[in-house]
């Protein structure tokens, strides 16, 4: 069975319904919040594909994963229906479909810009600021790392794209046109 192909159908119905319900954007922010759960309790996916973990357990754990609160109706619906459908297994996969679905309707970008060191605040800006005139109209999602082995520059990957002026990057084309002559 096609495992892309039941989440997408399933974000889809969930985007459709909290537009409905006028909570198309706090489910966002739930879903952000469970991608994160995921991404930082690798074991969670584990409990939630658990056969012998109660669905009442589950359920609690994801909602306290998606920072859910009791008048989140709408995301409380959804859990409810993949259980009832026997598809909370795959409720992560569910997430991240929902935040492509709702990014693309929103027209907002990802924008991940990673430097050896901690920048200041106003380097941050000029980024920020050249980034978003590449991106006119677009909404900017910025995640901000530190990666000491790329040794100076940065690394900015604005959804798919990547620019990559690192020093690492520039340390290895030297070496490969060296190696080339």
Do not use: W
Not at 9 to 33: N, S
Not at 68 to 77: E, L, W
Not at 174 to 180: E, F, G, N, V
């Amino acid at each position: 069975m096609d495992q892309g192909l039941i989440p997408n159908r399933y974000a889809k119905a969930l985007y459709k319904f909290a537009l409905e319900k006028g909570a198309a954007d706090r489910v966002y922010e739930l879903m952000k919040c469970l991608c994160a759960s995921f991404a930082g309790q690798p074991r969670l996916q584990e409990v939630v594909a658990n056969p012998f973990v109660a669905t009442e357990d589950k359920t609690g754990l994801l909602t306290t994963a998606a920072c859910a609160k009791s008048t989140d109706t709408v995301f409380a619906d959804f859990l409810k229906l993949l259980v009832e459908n026997r598809r909370i297994d795959i409720v992560r996969l569910i997430a991240l479909r929902y935040l492509d679905i709702y990014r693309r309707a929103n027209n907002i970008c990802l924008v991940k810009i990673v430097t050896a060191t901690d920048m200041p605040a106003e380097v941050v800006g000029k980024l920020h600021a050249l980034v978003e005139r590449h991106l006119p109209g677009a909404t900017v999602e910025y995640t901000h790392l530190t990666d000491p082995s790329i040794i100076g520059g940065f690394i900015v990957d604005v959804n798919s794209e990547r620019l990559d002026a690192s020093l690492e990057s520039e340390l290895r084309q030297l070496r490969l046109k060296l190696l080339s002559k």
